[in-house]
């Protein structure tokens, strides 16, 4: 059987990867490594070596230029020891070769900001979106309902129609660059996931329920390939029924909802790749 293997960068303010290599173990990846961003550039760590990139959350560079900014520069312009490429040059063969991505807060705000999403008729680098301050003007830490667009073509959201899901951030507000890029996004079905009311049925700007003003509720999307997928919600952070916030008031499933999309990422892997 093939072998799947996830590899989950650490390093420069993440501080989520121990929680998402968690999830990748539990969803089945045979092979799960932690590995800093300075062992990929020192060129001791290959990430062609692996199927399944996971960017974490945390605050990368203290979000001193804006959430992610720094990093986003750094993938762009940083150069792999002994082979002199650029990381982004790695990245995107790692796309071209049908590989997964997953960006999760500070991951999504970094995939938006470096250009890797939307990616919109495969052109990744290029930022066409934004993560900006939440309308509350402060750090939310609370629990949100999404719903699931079942058109999408994503493959981390298969089978699913709903999620309930913890949000932890400071910059979680989805701006598009204009009315075209939001248009293009909506009419290719790449708006994945939609902050909503507790039936997982209708897309909501109501505060708390959409807890940062998103533009359209938009909580996560996905590029045309299904491949590449950021959402600000942490499906990492519910794996186990007694990560609910109410697992003692409420009877709730044995396995928590965001296991499902580690689960479809290395399926999708060990079916395609």
């Not at 990867?17 to 001791?44: K, N, P, Q, T």
């Not at 979000?63 to 990093?71: I, V």
């Not at 993560?131 to 003007?137: A, K, Q, R, Y």
């Amino acid at each position: 059987m093939k072998k799947v293997k996830s590899i989950v960068l650490a390093g420069n303010g993440i501080n989520c990867e121990m929680e998402m290599a968690h999830a990748c173990r539990l969803a089945g990846s045979d092979v799960v490594d932690i590995v800093f961003l300075y062992d990929i550039l020192a060129g001791e760590v290959k990430l062609d070596d692996y199927h399944f990139l996971n960017l974490p959350g945390g605050f990368l560079d203290g979000d001193d230029l804006g959430a992610a900014k720094a990093m986003a520069h750094r993938l762009k312009y940083a150069k792999i020891a002994g082979s002199g490429e650029r990381l982004d040059e790695v990245i995107f063969r790692f796309i071209r070769e049908g590989k997964l991505i997953l960006g999760v807060c500070n991951g999504f705000q970094l995939m938006v900001k470096s250009g890797l999403l939307p990616g919109l008729e495969g052109a990744y680098g290029k930022q066409e979106l934004t993560l900006t301050f939440n309308d509350s003007g402060r750090f939310e830490d609370r629990w949100v309902y999404l719903k699931v667009n079942s058109n999408n073509p994503s493959i981390f959201t298969r089978g699913l129609k709903g999620l309930y899901l913890p949000v932890r951030h400071g910059e979680g507000k989805f701006i598009p660059k204009n009315a075209e890029i939001l248009a293009e996004l909506e009419r290719k079905n790449l708006i994945a996931l939609q902050y909503s009311d507790p039936d997982y049925q209708k897309p909501t700007l109501e505060y708390p329920l959409n807890p940062n003003g998103s533009v359209s509720a938009i909580a996560g999307i996905c590029d045309e390939t299904g491949r590449l997928f950021g959402m600000m919600p942490h499906p990492e952070a519910y794996l186990y029924f007694v990560n609910h916030p109410r697992w003692t008031r409420e009877k709730v499933p044995e396995e928590g909802m965001g296991l499902a999309i580690f689960r479809n990422a290395v399926e999708y892997v060990r079916k395609n790749l």
